[in-house]
């Protein structure tokens, strides 16, 4: 399984753009998923849970030292000194009081500061959560005041089932506020990053200027149960 894994994984490499970062999302997979994209040189490895990725972490670390992992289900309040314990980037921020705790935990730990994308809802969606455009902007002069976190970008979801014109223009959407955001000069705010698109939209987000994708289903299958 590691090698047909590794020759999928590969093969998707050379279909994707250089500068679009390939987050291999290997949730409800065994280990041998992260090591089969090791094994491709994609070093990017994307979790949804935090307990499910504490256990691969332990039994992976040791031997894969160099992964670089990415928390993109939501986070929990109560879970987020865990989730520093592990992660670099933490796609899933989805309001200000979760920044902040991440910021103020980051400090207690004199860690070197997570990476942060903040989870943007553009599209009516019960099934998630993350701020509309109007109250992002409204609270950005304070998420630019936390100085123990580096906040990089945006998260987009699309909600399931839109056909891909209606999926194109929620992408279309998440460009355009980061370019709103960029046009403004801010102490800490980078925003240089865009993390949209999965495995069955990932082209229609590059082309709207995805800098991240998360596929996982292209990469892997079907999910483990």
Known sequence: MLEHWS???????????????????TKKKSVTAIEAA???????????????????HRQISDHLP???WH???RL????????????????????LKLAQTIDRISQELDRAPPQLCLQVK????????????????????????????EIRGLMVIPPFGLDNAKTQAIF???????????????QHLRMDQLSMGMSNDYQAAIAQGATMIRPGRVLFGDRDH
């Not at 070093?43 to 949804?48: A, Q, V, W």
């Not at 279309?172 to 801010?186: M, P």
């Open 122 to 149: 553009l599209e009516a969606d019960p099934q998630k959560t993350g701020w509309a455009s109007e109250a992002l902007i409204e609270q950005l002069p304070l998420l630019d005041r936390l100085e123990h976190v």
């Open 66 to 68: 160099n992964l670089n």
């Open 38 to 56: 090791a094994a491709a040189g994609v070093y990017d490895i994307g979790e949804s849970q935090v307990q499910e990725a504490m256990q691969k």
């Open 7 to 25: 020759q999928q994984i590969a093969s998707f490499r050379q279909t994707i753009p250089e500068h679009v970062r390939i987050i291999a999302v």
């Open 172 to 186: 279309q959407a998440a460009k355009s506020l980061q370019t709103t955001i960029q046009s403004q000069a801010w």
């Open 76 to 95: 929990q309040s109560n879970k987020v000194r865990k989730a520093l314990a592990i992660f670099d980037w933490i796609h899933s921020v989805d309001s």
């Open 71 to 73: 928390l993109i289900g």
